[in-house]
């Protein structure tokens, strides 16, 4: 289920998430929750390096790749990759909170 938030981005961010969401046809919400979704995955693996997930890095060189070269996506293509993104995240969120409780009972 999504829910609605305020966010209030700086007009260079905001216009950069504009140009992403025209370039790949999706829409602005889209765009955030993916950014979100492989900037969490990201920063946990560097937290701690188990909660790595390669698959999410394959999955946004292959779309860059792709599309790059000039490759059209179709919707078929780019539902999988988000869900996919979307699978990492919540796997990599849950792995950190399943961590932190344990450290929390150790102390």
Not at 20 to 41: M, P, W
Not at 82 to 102: G, L, N
Request: with cysteine.
């Amino acid at each position: 289920m999504l829910k609605r938030y305020q966010v209030l981005l700086n007009d260079w961010l905001a216009n950069g998430i504009k140009d992403i969401a025209k370039k790949y046809d999706i829409s602005f919400s889209e765009v955030l929750r993916v950014a979100l979704c492989i900037q969490v995955t990201e920063s946990l693996a560097r937290v701690n390096p188990k909660f790595k997930s390669k698959k999410t890095e394959k999955f946004v060189d292959d779309i860059i790749k792709k599309r790059n070269k000039g490759e059209n996506l179709d919707s078929e293509t780019l539902h999988k990759f988000f869900s996919d993104v979307y699978f990492e995240a919540r796997k990599s969120i849950e792995a950190w909170k399943e961590e932190e409780t344990k450290q929390k009972k150790t102390k």
